[in-house]
């Protein structure tokens, strides 16, 4: 006689049930729009109870920073470097009021004007440093896992030795080199986002290099290679889409770093000049006299500019990596299922 093993109480036919409702999920995904199977809006449609929250927490927060950069002159009262209007200065350091919503700086400024002009600078350095890093490190990372030999340890070597120096550091000397550590628009711009790329690089490197050293060894890269396939074609169609899967998620990430490093830059004064752009770390450096003698609005609004871009985009990736992870999508949607069964 055959004894069969037994099966644990409240189990039964579960697993069964899950991997049948989770096929009729990915198949109802696989009919829908294109538009529906974007990153960002495929996550927000999945999502449920806290993670939902965080996403959505997230998009408002991000979509409320870009939009703010894109209408800055039409949303800002005044010019970032505005100290009167109609021959008529505006006063340092005046409280909050009816005129200056968030008051002015010492040397005049509008604080609420500094800190939504201060958009512009911080999504023209997290867009072209994160976009540049994504592209140089996944274009090397696919070349150096797909050739393999003495070029992809040459290439892991450097992108370890580059990652070895801290960001901040990099930034401050590249700030120096390019622009002497006092710059312009465009020169604070760009030594922040070169300083950005160069560390950047290696993480989108790893990533592409490490997947793409496993697919090609899988059957559908070895069948397009039996056929005749060449080796560009194989590299960008059959490699390079099946291995961005966990781009978005450090691409999120490496923007809230990119803008704290431009805040940094700012802070220990190699940033840019006030009257060239607004930038959230100079007005901290310069609000730091002002906490002392309880002047609080120069220092606390460009820090909550800071923190809310910090926080909105740090969200929205951490929100897509939590459902990236199927164990934690099939955990809620099974312990959901259990309580309504038991109910």
């Given at each position: 006689?055959?004894?069969?093993?037994?099966?644990p109480?409240?189990?039964?036919?579960g697993?069964?049930?899950?991997?049948?409702?989770?096929?009729?999920?990915?198949?109802?995904?696989?009919?829908?729009?294109?538009?529906?199977?974007?990153?960002?809006?495929?996550?927000l449609r999945?999502?449920?109870?806290l993670?939902?929250?965080?996403?959505?927490t997230?998009?408002?927060l991000?979509?409320?920073?870009?939009?703010?950069?894109?209408?800055?002159?039409?949303?800002?009262?005044?010019?970032?470097?505005?100290?009167?209007?109609?021959?008529?200065?505006?006063g340092?350091?005046?409280?909050?009021?009816?005129?200056h919503l968030?008051?002015t700086?010492?040397?005049?400024?509008?604080?609420?004007?500094?800190?939504i002009?201060?958009?512009?600078?911080?999504?023209?350095v997290?867009?072209?440093?994160?976009?540049?890093?994504?592209?140089?490190?996944?274009?090397?990372?696919?070349?150096s896992?797909?050739?393999?030999?003495?070029?992809?340890?040459?290439?892991v070597?450097?992108?370890?030795?580059?990652?070895a120096?801290?960001s901040?550091?990099?930034?401050?000397?590249?700030?120096?080199?390019i622009?002497?550590?006092?710059?312009?628009?465009w020169g604070?711009?760009?030594?922040?986002a070169?300083?950005?790329?160069?560390v950047?690089?290696?993480?989108?490197?790893?990533?592409?290099?490490?997947?793409?050293?496993?697919?090609?060894?899988?059957?559908f890269?070895?069948a397009?290679?039996?056929?005749?396939?060449?080796?560009?074609?194989?590299?960008?169609?059959?490699l390079?889409?099946?291995?961005?899967?966990?781009l978005?998620?450090?691409?999120?990430?490496n923007?809230?770093?990119?803008?704290?490093?431009l805040?940094?830059?700012?802070?220990?004064?190699?940033g840019?000049?006030p009257?060239?752009?607004?930038?959230?770390?100079?007005?901290?450096?310069r609000?730091?006299?002002?906490?002392?003698?309880?002047?609080?609005?120069?220092?606390l609004?460009?820090?909550?500019?800071?923190?809310?871009?910090?926080?909105?985009?740090?969200?929205v990736?951490?929100?897509?990596?939590d459902?990236?992870d199927?164990?934690?999508?099939?955990?809620?949607?099974?312990?959901?299922?259990?309580?309504k069964?038991a109910?």
């Amino acid at each position: 006689m055959t004894l069969s093993n037994p099966v644990p109480p409240g189990e039964d036919g579960g697993a069964d049930h899950d991997l049948a409702a989770e096929s009729t999920r990915v198949a109802a995904r696989a009919r829908s729009s294109w538009i529906l199977r974007l990153p960002v809006i495929s996550h927000l449609r999945g999502s449920v109870g806290l993670q939902r929250g965080m996403l959505i927490t997230g998009l408002v927060l991000v979509i409320g920073l870009l939009l703010t950069a894109l209408f800055a002159p039409l949303v800002a009262p005044y010019g970032f470097a505005q100290t009167g209007v109609d021959g008529e200065r505006f006063g340092g350091q005046q409280p909050p009021s009816a005129e200056h919503l968030l008051g002015t700086t010492v040397t005049g400024f509008d604080v609420l004007s500094r800190v939504i002009w201060g958009t512009r600078t911080a999504v023209a350095v997290m867009v072209c440093a994160v976009v540049a890093s994504l592209f140089l490190g996944s274009a090397v990372g696919l070349l150096s896992g797909y050739l393999g030999g003495w070029l992809d340890r040459v290439l892991v070597m450097l992108a370890d030795a580059i990652y070895a120096f801290p960001s901040l550091l990099l930034a401050i000397v590249m700030s120096i080199v390019i622009s002497g550590g006092q710059s312009n628009a465009w020169g604070g711009i760009l030594a922040a986002a070169i300083s950005i790329t160069v560390v950047f690089v290696p993480q989108y490197f790893r990533v592409i290099r490490a997947e793409v050293v496993q697919l090609k060894a899988e059957p559908f890269v070895e069948a397009a290679k039996v056929i005749g396939t060449g080796h560009k074609r194989v590299m960008g169609t059959h490699l390079l889409r099946n291995a961005t899967r966990t781009l978005p998620l450090i691409f999120t990430l490496n923007s809230s770093e990119a803008i704290l490093t431009l805040a940094a830059l700012g802070f220990l004064g190699f940033g840019i000049e006030p009257t060239s752009a607004a930038e959230w770390g100079y007005d901290l450096n310069r609000a730091m006299a002002d906490a002392t003698s309880g002047i609080w609005w120069t220092g606390l609004f460009p820090g909550l500019a800071i923190v809310a871009a910090v926080l909105g985009v740090t969200l929205v990736g951490e929100s897509i990596n939590d459902l990236n992870d199927p164990r934690l999508r099939t955990r809620k949607k099974r312990s959901r299922a259990r309580r309504k069964a038991a109910a």
